[in-house]
């Protein structure tokens, strides 16, 4: 009876531990399935800063997550964390995988076109410009808008929804509009001036009209705002100009006026922006250079106290000391010998102050290398040309000469691409005609230098070999080895 009894209890006793066992088996697979505890690791493993761990985390919980909105707000989590870490390729892919889901998204939406309007604008700040870029941007932007509009968010303050790009943001021109309608439609109004200008498409005119049209909506729902005038008035001069080629030269004229018109009132809404001062003496600057040389001269002279004065009062602005720093470079090509070395000095004095306000401004340091090479060129100061070298040496550490593969990437390459080509030219240059005696062994450094200058150029283009200005470097290297040999 007492053996019966005790088989009994085993069997129970059996039976309640393999309960408990499935128990404890099922808590674990239930807690293995539950993207909360994946979500706690990756944030706790980001915050320790094991990147690849939260990378892991997170990919599981999208996974596991069932709700749209969880894995949607897995996406904008491995987005913050591949900008911390500079994987933008898979940034762009969360974005797309979001609109995916939902095609309503505001914040991917929004994020995507201003990956492309860095991109963009970072690359005209070099002097350069794509119709491609700006074509996608008016595109996005119109989606955008319908989106943006028909959620009842045109109104909405613009901080709320636009996503931070870490770094990357430096880059980005201010556009300083509060509001998401008036931050779309001045992004489509310039994609649109900007391929309007570039003669991009069959009808320029019809592209420029559609231009003003969103930038005075902008000035509708931001009156203050003062990137609106400032391409109003380059979409109303780049009118005259398209006017004038077919023959009615003095609509150009009035278009001239009607800009001066609109910077006007830039200048008196800018407050403390010295942006709309700078572009309205710009524009008087390169209205001026037209005709014939003694007037231009005269008429360029006469612009210089605006340009002084504009200096004075924003003497924190490295903007006005590099417009300051242009317009005595080109005083300097319209005067005689003494003079144009005068205000070739000014305008590296210029310069110099622009680069102490914005230490990190590679366009700034590339003029001021330019400057002194003309120095030597123009005006035979010999040992210039080595302070230009250094120059553009130091410039190639800057921020915006170093590779990335965010946003700012076409415009790095494009830095350094002139960075590169200028320090070739300035080595190979004083190999083949040097301005003062050189050794040997000093020779055979530059050699060096501009061969490293050379394979950096080659490295830019994907091409390689095909591309001109790949060969047009390399001939003029195997030139100057054949004067060293």
Known sequence: MAKRLNKKVVLIGSAVLLLLVLV?????????????????????AWLAKDYDKAERSYLKAYKLARPEQLRIDMLFKLVDLYIETDKWPKVRGCWQQIINIDTKNVKARLAGLKYRYIIADSYARTGRSESQGWSEIESQASEAIKVVENAGLLGEERAKWEPAFGKEDRSLEPLPTRTLGSYLYLIRGRAALE???MGAVTSPEQLLTRAMSDLQKVQQLDPQNIDAYLYLADATVEQGQILASRGNVEEKEKAAKRADELLQKAVEAAGDDPRAHIKLLSNKLD????????QAKQQIQALEPGFVSLVNKFPSSAEAFAALSRFYSIYSMFSAYELGLKNLDSAVEAMTKAIELDKENVVYATSAA???YRKFSVHGQKSEVFKAIELAKNALALPDAQNTTGPRSPAVRMNKFILNSFLANCYIEQILEPSQKVSQSQAAAMLADAGDAVHEIEQIFVSGEENPEVLKWQGMLALAKGNLS
């Open 370 to 372: 330019n400057l002194y």
């Open 287 to 294: 209205s001026a250079q037209i005709g014939e040389i003694a």
């Open 24 to 44: 404890a088996v099922a808590a674990i697979l239930h807690l293995g399935r539950d993207p909360e505890k994946f979500i706690s690791d990756g944030d706790a």
């Open 195 to 197: 391929l309007g200008r």
